[in-house]
């Protein structure tokens, strides 16, 4: 899912979620921020949706187990974990790309244009990424 916001990245965030809730899309894996990182985001994928996220530096192996798997694995296998999180990295500097091609500015007015633009931007960068 994508989405965009006005307020925040958890705005934007619950508006992917409320996108894909009605379609029951089993997604394969999702990539977070630390800022993301809390154990209750979990709860908002499936039981085989893997995660990726880079650990706070506090973290402990506490709490569900789905939350100590993902620590397990990045300590077993720190280089391939990371090649999997990159891949989020990739796709933030695919779009601060298509910012600079594109222009940073929305010259929208209206809330919903500006969500809209912002939208249509994003799709147009998922599709030029899949039709390479």
């Known amino acids: 899912g994508y989405a965009v916001s006005l307020r925040s990245e ?7 979620l409320d996108m894909i809730a009605p379609l029951r899309i ?4 999702i990539r977070w921020t630390r800022s993301f990182s809390g154990q209750s985001l979990r709860d908002d994928f499936f039981e085989n949706t893997r995660l990726f996220i880079i650990p706070k530096q ?11 798997h993902m620590i397990l694995r990045f300590m077993n296998d ?8 990159f891949k989020r990295s ?13 222009g940073h500015l929305i010259f929208q007015r209206r809330k919903d244009r500006i969500e ?9 960068h998922n599709l030029m990424l899949v039709n390479g």
């Open 58 to 68: 506090n973290s402990r192996l506490r709490g569900p187990w789905a939350c100590r």
């Open 26 to 29: 089993d997604l394969e894996s």
């Open 78 to 85: 720190p280089i391939a974990y990371l090649r999997e999180y």
């Open 90 to 102: 990739n796709s933030e500097a695919g779009f601060s790309s298509d910012k600079r091609s594109t």
């Open 10 to 16: 958890r705005d934007a965030y619950m508006k992917a």
């Open 116 to 124: 809209t633009s912002g939208f249509c931007k994003g799709l147009l």
